[in-house]
């Protein structure tokens, strides 16, 4: 499977995944697509996931997640830095 983002970045501006091969959305509906990237990046290697795994895997990123306290945008662990603002 190849996983791709549908978002909507005006108004409201939720995302979600999608099988890019079957064209089919699955999983959570996410903050919006810094959220659905983070979370991405934090899944791994997302070719052979189950998409009913993905939400179960979301119910253990977000709570420990918040937007970034330097830049506002990125997605961080709770109380630090993106690696974008981080000083290390």
């Known amino acids: 499977m190849a996983v791709g983002i549908i978002s909507e970045d005006k108004g409201i501006g939720l995302a979600v995944l999608y099988d890019t091969v079957t064209m089919t959305a ?3 509906v996410m903050p919006s697509a810094a959220w659905a990237e983070a979370f991405l990046e934090w899944l791994g290697d997302t070719a052979h996931i189950d998409p009913q795994e993905v939400s179960r895997r979301w119910d ?3 709570p420990a997640r918040e937007e ?3 830049c506002g945008v ?3 662990p709770k109380g630090g830095l993106c690696a974008g603002c981080s000083p290390v």
């Open 26 to 28: 699955f999983g959570p």
């Open 68 to 70: 970034c306290s330097g």
């Open 74 to 76: 990125a997605i961080a």
């Open 60 to 62: 253990e990123f977000a």
